[in-house]
């Protein structure tokens, strides 16, 4: 004998308001002598048929005639779109055959189309003619088992893309459909094509860009859900019926009404700028889906500084915070905010990092892990006032740990390495621009050779090579056979003056013309090749040898170009002759074979 459970669904769900009623078992009607149904953990459903008999569970129509349905029996109200897109997510058991069914009526409740859905497959069915009810229906053949884990449904139905490549290169290829606070888009404007979408024209911007992911910031959500409700909703939907991956970028604390919304599955990844509260949203919205994305800023490493004085502390509200606060207002040049345990959430401190402003705190948390070198930790007032005239007073321990600072940023926190973790994140594959960098020296002497291979050794930057054009010196074939290689290439002055144009010997994307007669920062390449990709110049350089982030710590600025050791994008010098890079500096050189070639 058949029987059925009785539906708790009041007035008739829309097609749109399947995945809110699907998830109760008293929706859903079966045979109890040949399948057991019952709610799985995380919101799951479990179907176990325990025969090999075929047979049906119907979600919210009990009866199996399919040719018709009753008047008064509950259906799905198909509503005014011409589209429906349905997934359903799940697993089965290899013993067991399942075929989906979703079936159109009319007015009248009289079947018109029947359509199959696959498992774990978007399906996107037209509404037919005279459209207005549907069914839902799983036929089960054989013993097993079917783990339903997730159902989703769209009135828009998916828009065709051209075929992408499997990696794209950034920044250009990339479009993110974006809506940011106008400081962060600023921020991430050269990182990506990013596409600022009003949530009131959405539809038509998407449409028209096919955007490859979907990055909305919190604050804004909070903003959206609480004026524009419904068209978030459509915009959410839209992408998930466009394979557009989601992303929330959480940066301030939200109230709880909008941690209901992030946690029940509108984002594919939810994305928090302060570390100490990834683990508080893990447990909300599932640990495969929350990760980290700290904030980031633009290191401008050729703004000069003036203010030598100027020191920024950060103080955590403990016991002596306020004693504290005093001390410090009083020491002119000190800017002071109030901070929580976790530093890492403040973008201010980003900023001051990359701008070459020292930092303070009394502050505990994970901050430690990214800038324990660059910032002063400190726990008494004493302590504090001691760091902050110790900074301003002291030109090389402030340079120092300013110079740091701009590093780390350049290593690791520029708008470009958090647009590739964004990307990361979501499974977009990109490339970056490989920047190569060939150390040119001419040297002449034993002691020069020696110096120009010790210069190169030193410096840090991986994609380094070198050429050596040698003017022969007494003893020099025993320095040419011991440190002759595929990275490190010498020839003979004068046969390469003659014979050779630069990219003859120079195969990457960059040169720097060096002189062995300098001192350089072990980091001069790395941190001048990272200006490069901040600046977006083909040509850049510091006084001296001093590296580019040293300078900026110091308040060079890049005025006087004659002084400097210049890297330049190899298409810069192209066409000029190697004779001329053999006259320091090259700066006149290039500009006149540019106004030579202009005025040809």
């Known amino acids: 004998m058949t029987t059925f459970l009785e539906t708790d669904v009041g007035n008739l769900p829309t097609f749109g308001e399947i995945p809110a009623s699907f998830w109760s078992i008293k929706n859903w009607f079966y045979p109890k002598n040949q399948i057991q149904m019952k709610q799985a953990a995380g919101n799951k459903l479990e179907i176990e048929s325990i025969d090999e008999e075929s047979k049906y569970v119907t979600f919210l129509e009990k009866g199996t005639g399919f040719a018709l349905v009753s008047e008064e029996g509950k259906k799905i109200v198909l509503g005014d779109s011409d589209y429906h897109t349905i997934r359903i997510r799940g697993q089965k058991t290899k013993t067991m055959k399942l075929s989906i069914y979703f079936i159109q009526y009319d007015r009248d409740c009289q079947r018109l189309t029947t359509h199959k859905l696959l498992l774990n497959e978007l399906t996107t069915i037209q509404r037919t003619a005279g459209g207005v009810y549907a069914r839902l229906a799983i036929r089960l053949e054989g013993k097993g088992k079917l783990m339903l884990e997730d159902v989703f449904t769209s009135p828009f139905a998916p828009i065709a893309k051209p075929e992408r490549p499997k990696t794209v290169p950034l920044p250009v290829h990339i479009k993110i459909a974006t809506i940011l606070e106008k400081s962060y888009a600023t921020a991430f404007e050269k990182t990506a094509k990013l596409v600022p979408l009003s949530i009131t024209d959405w539809q038509e911007q998407c449409e028209k860009q096919l955007p490859d992911l979907l990055w909305i910031q919190a604050e804004q959500l909070v903003n959206l859900s609480r004026n524009h409700q419904e068209s978030l909703h459509q915009l959410l939907l839209w992408c998930e019926t466009n394979d557009v991956p989601k992303v929330c970028w959480i940066t301030a604390p939200l109230p709880s009404s909008m941690e209901e919304y992030v946690k029940w599955q509108h984002f594919d990844q939810v994305l928090v700028a302060n570390p100490e509260q ?90 430690k892990r990214y800038f324990h070198t660059v910032v002063n930790q400190i726990q008494t007032t004493e302590e504090a006032v001691h760091a902050v005239k110790k900074l301003q007073q002291d030109r090389e321990d402030r340079q120092q740990i300013t110079a740091k600072g701009i590093r780390e940023m350049n290593q690791s926190h520029t708008p470009v390495r958090r647009m590739e973790q964004l990307l990361d994140q979501v499974g977009i594959r990109y490339r970056t621009a490989i920047r190569n960098v060939t150390m040119l020296f001419f040297v002449d002497s034993a002691d020069a050779f020696q110096r120009a291979i010790d210069i190169i050794h030193a410096q840090t930057y991986e994609r380094k090579r070198a050429v050596l054009l040698i003017t022969p010196f007494l003893g ?73 982030i040293s300078a900026a710590a110091s308040s060079f600025t890049t005025t006087n170009a004659e002084a400097f050791t210049i890297i330049y994008e190899i298409s810069e010098l192209k066409g000029i002759p190697l004779s001329d890079l053999a006259s320091y500096p090259v700066t006149e050189a290039s500009d006149k074979r540019k106004s030579e070639k202009a005025d040809g």
Request: charged residues 20%.
């Open 278 to 367: 990834r683990q508080e949203w893990a447990k909300l919205a599932g640990e495969s889906r929350v990760d980290v994305l700290l904030p980031t800023a633009a290191p401008d490493l050729f703004q000069e500084r003036n203010d030598q004085e100027q020191v920024h502390v950060y103080v955590e509200q403990t016991e002596e915070a306020n004693q504290m606060t005093a001390a410090l207002e009083k020491i002119a040049g000190v800017q002071i905010f109030s901070v929580t345990s976790e530093l890492l959430g403040n973008p201010q401190l980003f900023h001051d990092l990359a701008a070459g402003i020292p930092a303070v705190t009394n502050a505990k948390g994970s901050w």
């Open 476 to 548: 020099y074939e025993a320095y040419w056979n011991a440190n002759q290689s595929e990275h490190t290439l010498l020839y003979m002055k004068d046969y390469a003056l003659t014979y050779y144009q630069l990219e003859d010997i120079v195969k990457s994307n960059y040169v720097a013309i060096m002189r062995s007669d300098y001192s350089y920062d072990t980091n001069y390449i790395a941190d001048t090749m990272a200006a490069i990709e901040s600046t977006k110049v083909k040509r850049i350089g510091c006084i001296n040898g001093t590296s580019a």
